[in-house]
Nanobody, 117 residues
Framework: QVQLVESGGGLVQAGGSLRLSCAAS????????MGWYRQAPGKQREFLAT???????TYADSVKGRFTCSSDNAKNTVYLQMNNLNPEDTAVYYC???????????WGQGTQVTVSS
């Protein structure tokens, strides 16, 4: 079992920044890749970024250049640094992983990010 807990969301003004954290616990050895997604009300969940244990990252075009994913393997934590936020970034942000041992998907509970005009 893997548990993921996001934190760091909140209310910011347009142009501001936030750093989200996702702490993993449980069977850490099952984690090879972690990712970030977001979902606004009435919309599909949107892929944002992934990061491997070795530090390789990928980004969606919508956030490339503004968002940066990083990790601290010693703390079993990944981060999403979000800069130059705009109201369109308002959503619930989730971290995600898939166990390499049993193939199950794991999602965090989500953290709300609200960007005001």
């Amino acid at each position: 079992q893997v548990q993921l807990v996001e934190s760091g969301g909140g209310l910011v003004q347009a142009g501001g920044s936030l750093r989200l954290s996702c702490a993993a616990s449980g069977t850490i050895s099952a984690i090879n890749v972690m990712g970030w997604y977001r979902q606004a009300p009435g919309k599909q969940r949107e892929f944002l970024a992934t990061i491997t244990k070795s530090g390789s990252t990928t980004y969606a075009d919508s956030v490339k250049g503004r968002f940066t994913c990083s990790s601290d393997n010693a703390k079993n934590t990944v981060y999403l640094q979000m800069n130059n936020l705009n109201p369109e970034d308002t959503a619930v942000y989730y971290c995600y992983t898939r166990s390499r041992w049993n193939g199950r998907d794991y999602w965090g509970q989500g953290t709300q990010v609200t960007v005001s005009s």
